[in-house]
Structures are given as C-alpha cells and as structure tokens.
C-alpha cells in the first residue's frame, strides 16, 4: 500500500506536472500583487461608493496679462466603485477643462470614468486677466457621481503681471471739455524680464492724439530685479479735440522703433453745457393722442453755474423756464402754440444762450415738424 502511495506521489512530482503547477502558482501570486497594489483586493473599500481626491486650491504666483496658460491637476478616485466626472464647469470666459490622456490628446471632460485606485488628469487652459497685482482667481466645478461630493470644487490663483506695466494701469483722462487739453501721468516699473530699454527716447505711436514725457525715477532700488522696479514716471498728454467723443484708443510707447508696452485709456471729450435731447420732432405720439411740447435739460458738464435765455425762437413756438438765474441744471419747455397742424415738412432750429463766470457759449436745439403724423386742427 504504501508502495502504491509512493509512486502515485511521485508521478505527480514528474518534471512536466511541476512545470504546470509552478505556472499556477505564479500566476496565482501575480494576481495577488495586482490586486493588492490597485486596491481591489484584500480592500475595505472594495465595493464602496466612489469617492473624490484632488488638489483643491493652487497658486501660480505671478501670470503675464493677455497671455495663454494650461495648468494641470490631478483627481484621483479612493472609493470602490468607478468616478463618473459629468462634466466641468469653469468660472472664467476660458477655453475650458480638458482630459489629458496617456498619449497626451486632450479631450473634453463629459462622463469620465476614473477607476477605483486611479487617477486621471484634468487640465484647465486660460489667458491671465485681471489687474496688475491684485490677486484673481478662476474656480472650477466638476459634477461627479460621489454621493459626499456630488460637485468638487478646485480653485487655481494667480496675480497677473508683466513685464513692463504702470501703476494706475489706465491712463484716465477723465470728463475733459471740447478744444482742451488732457494730461495724466502713471508710474511706471520693470520686473526685469524685458530687455533693457532706453526709458529716455520712449515716444507715442500715435503721436496725432498722444504725446509722452518720461521722468526717471530718483534712484533705482532693488536693482537685481527680485521683484518689480519703479523706473520712473510717464505722463501721457492729449491734443485737444473738436468734437465731443469718447476717449479709448490706447498709447502705444515705443523706444527705437520697437513697441514697450501698451497703456490702456479712459475718458470723455463733452460739450461745457449740453442739451437733452438735443433734437425735437413734433408732433409726437402718445396714447392719448398728439403732443406739441416737450421737457428739455440743459445742464453743465463741469457743475458750473449758469444762466440760460433763448436768443431765436421759431414762429409758433414758445419756450417756458422751470428753473431761473444761475444753476448746474435748467429744465425747459418747449411749446407749439400755433392754431394749424404740423403737416409741413419743416427743420430748423432754436438757440439759446448760456453764461458762466462771464463766459458764454451758445448752444442749438434741432426742431423737426411733420415726422409722418397728420396733425388734426387744434
């Protein structure tokens, strides 16, 4: 019996029969430290609800203005079952949040999948607004299937900077009167990445409306550039305009021909005084029938006091004052005191004048009759 035992063993341990089990063996073991590594087996969380793991807050530092970024963050899924992100939301008018995959294509974020013990990259690309060294930020939703955590909120800081930029960084102009002059100065600094500029030869672009005069600072402090350095100031001066408009087109400082930088700018060329509205039609249209007078304003741009008085009138017309003597605002109206209906077509024009500390300026208020409205005898 025990002979039999013997070799009824030893047939099992033949060199083809070890062969077969060394390889069940080690495939049970490779199985094992599969399972263990990624978590699936011998986990307590096996079977678990998905659950959400990433970077919650990052800062950049500083971030050139106007210039495109992508950064990077991971979220990784500690829960037992797969992380489904829905999708992502950003707070910014950015391009948006992408997948980043192993090959390193960037694919929209919608319905991914992150499996238990994994991790996936997200990236988010954006240009850098804000303003100069004041801290912005962007944040991020992802809308996920994690029961704890069904939106996960990331949120990415920077201050944006430049190279070369000013302090205000408009250049504002302000409420500036027809035929005068503007000036503003800003300060202007230097982080030390643009290359060396001659500060004494910076001039305008466009030099029709802008011309610039830069003063140098006392002394340079800092001068190994371990932050921004003030270099001087610019003082920005505006040829005088003949029409009222608005102020926006922005100074582009050169220096050998070659752009520095640009500064933005603000303001509003207007008359002294101004009528509103400044042109009349009659008669107008109401729900309950025709109307022949209308309510203008005449106000100072500058809060000046003054007085008004009407030096033409149109035949038919009658101009009364709410408001008297010197004032910032005068309220008038404009009456139609004729007995025939308006069914001419007629344009023509009534002017007053306005006096200030002795100055005086004359202004127009357009009247147009018939505008398509047959008018009934009054």
């Not at 793991?53 to 990784?76: H, K, S």
Request: charged letters at 20%; proline letters at 6%; a neutral charge.
């Amino acid at each position: 019996m025990k002979n039999i035992a013997f070799g009824h063993f030893a047939r099992l341990l033949s060199p083809i029969r070890l062969s077969t089990l060394g390889v069940i063996c080690l495939a049970v073991v490779a199985v094992i430290l599969v399972g263990a590594e990624r978590g699936w087996l011998f986990s307590a969380t096996r079977g678990s609800p998905p659950r959400i793991e990433m970077e919650r807050e990052l800062d950049l530092g500083r971030a050139d203005l106007n210039r495109p970024r992508i950064n990077r963050f991971n979220v990784t899924n500690s829960g037992g079952q797969p992380l489904i992100i829905r999708s992502a939301k950003t707070s910014c008018r950015c391009q948006g949040v992408f997948h980043e995959t192993f090959e390193g294509n960037q694919e929209e974020v919608r319905d991914l999948a992150v499996h238990p013990g994994e991790t996936a990259v997200l990236g988010i690309s954006f240009v850098a607004t804000g303003s100069l060294g004041v801290q912005t930020g962007i944040s991020v939703d992802l809308e996920t299937n994690d029961p704890i955590e069904p939106v996960a909120h990331f949120g990415l800081v920077y201050t944006p900077s430049a190279p070369i930029y000013s302090i205000p960084p408009v250049v504002r102009f302000g409420t500036v009167s027809v035929a005068q002059s503007a000036e503003a100065t800003v300060d202007v600094f230097d982080d030390g990445r643009a290359s060396r500029v001659n500060w004494a030869g910076v001039a305008s672009l466009n030099p029709g409306p802008y011309s610039v005069r830069f003063t140098p600072a006392a002394a340079k402090q800092d001068a190994n550039y371990s932050r921004p350095v003030l270099v001087g100031s610019l003082t920005v001066s505006r040829q005088p305009s003949a029409q009222p408009a608005e102020i926006d087109e922005p100074v582009v400082v050169i220096s050998g021909g070659q752009e520095v930088f640009r500064l933005p700018v603000s303001g509003k060329v207007v008359n002294d005084f101004e009528l509103t509205p400044a042109t009349l039609t009659f008669p107008r249209q109401s729900s309950s029938g025709l109307i022949y007078e209308s309510v203008i304003l005449c106000r100072s741009n500058h809060d000046k006091a003054f007085s008004i008085k009407t030096i033409k009138i149109l035949e038919d017309f009658e101009v009364m004052y709410s408001t008297a003597g010197q004032q910032s605002c005068h309220q008038m109206k404009v009456v139609y005191v004729g007995k025939h209906s308006l069914t001419t077509p007629r344009k023509d024009e009534i002017v007053f004048e306005v006096n200030s500390e002795g100055n005086t300026a004359t202004l127009r208020l357009a009247v147009s009759t018939a505008d398509g409205i047959i008018a009934n005898e009054k």
